[in-house]
């Protein structure tokens, strides 16, 4: 028996995707369309973020690590590389309270979560988009696979962390009350409340919240009042005035939550003819997203008017949930088959709510 070690298994380096359905393409003649408010380009997203309106929302479904399409790695360990120029680069386009909802398994979430963190985007809530027994349809033999079976995938959702003078916001607040050289407590007269103020709004841990506007403006106009006049003004971005109150309700990323809609997400795979195939019945995209949860986060993270971004458009389905939510967005695919089938399914996006505006 030899006692020789055998050599470490190097990470495969395979980008090539598996169980392609159709050919690849050559590149379309015109790498670009524009409709119903979305603008979508053939291309490597890495080269467009510069050119694209800054976002509201950012709707990443991209690498997985399971060779899912051609250019996706071969194992979760090279995600972190794979993502962290997109994670830089929308670092420094986002707004100070976007949102990013990262779609994965939990292995690729947990291992790009470290880029995300460190890129400035806290960690908000992992949602579940659970498949249900009827993705695995008694397909599995688990003495062989040696695990429960997965049927779920992930929809993890960030905020970028607003910044002032470089300090995170609950470390702003304090700071500029501080700086006003009036004791703490103080803080609680100016929002008119016995405790909360202190206990919640100059907090500095865990049970920080963020002032509601009316609230913000009471401690700023407190402030400018009462504190040292040397200083004012006081809860400024800019040096020259205090923040208005629409400049403070944008340093909060917009959430609400439909009724009843919970952090696990029960919804089968798609099936039949919500999956887009070819004339023959073939799936044209392997990880095409369900529509209904692409429309759901982008609801709950933005308003009408809004711009949101599909980084990794594959068949577009963020892009299609924008227009049928009358926001705006900016996407990039660079695979051309995925791009002219993505590009004729919004084609027929916006001329039916065309239509549709047209008859109501
Ligand atoms: C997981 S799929 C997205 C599927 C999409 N959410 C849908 O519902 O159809 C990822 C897609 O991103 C594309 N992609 C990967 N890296 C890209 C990049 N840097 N720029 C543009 N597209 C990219 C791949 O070709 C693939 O089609």
Partial sequence: MSTAKPPARAASTRTVGRGRALPEEPPPRRPWWSGGGVKV?????????????????????????????????????????????????????????????????????????????????????????????????GNINTRTIRRFPVVSELCVQYVMQARIDGAP????????????????KRANEACGVRDAAVRKYLDQGHLWYWPPVEMFRRLADYANAHGDPAGRPYFSADGEWPMSDAEWSA????????????NVWDR??????????????KAIHLNQKPLDLMTRVIEA????????????????????????????????????????????????????????????
């Fill in 41 to 137: 380009v053939f291309g490597d997203s890495l080269n467009h973020y510069d050119k694209w309106d800054a976002p509201d929302v950012i709707l990443s479904d991209g690498g997985y690590g399971v060779l899912g399409f051609d250019g996706d790695t071969a194992g979760h360990a090279q995600l972190p590389d794979w993502y962290a120029p997109h994670v830089a680069a929308w670092s420094r386009r986002a707004k100070p309270a976007t949102t990013l909802w990262f779609w994965n398994s939990e292995i690729g979430w947990a291992a790009v979560h470290p880029v995300l963190e460190r890129a400035g985007w806290r960690y908000v809530n992992a949602n579940v988009w659970n498949k249900g027994k009827g993705h695995i349809a």
């Fill in 169 to 184: 916001l609950k470390v702003w607040l304090r700071r500029e009350w501080r700086r006003t050289g009036l004791p703490l």
């Fill in 251 to 262: 340093t909060r990323a917009k959430f609400r939550c439909p009724h009843g809609v919970t």
């Fill in 268 to 281: 089968p795979a798609l099936r039949g003819r919500q999956r887009l195939t070819t004339a023959a019945g």
């Fill in 301 to 360: 993270s933005s308003d009408p008017g809004d711009v949101i971004w599909e980084p990794f458009g594959g068949l577009f389905t963020a892009c299609v949930a924008a227009i049928e939510t009358g926001r705006r967005a900016f996407g990039a695919e660079r695979d051309a088959c995925y791009f002219r089938h993505g590009v004729d399914r919004l084609r027929a996006r916006a001329k039916q709510r065309r239509r549709a505006r047209a008859q109501s």
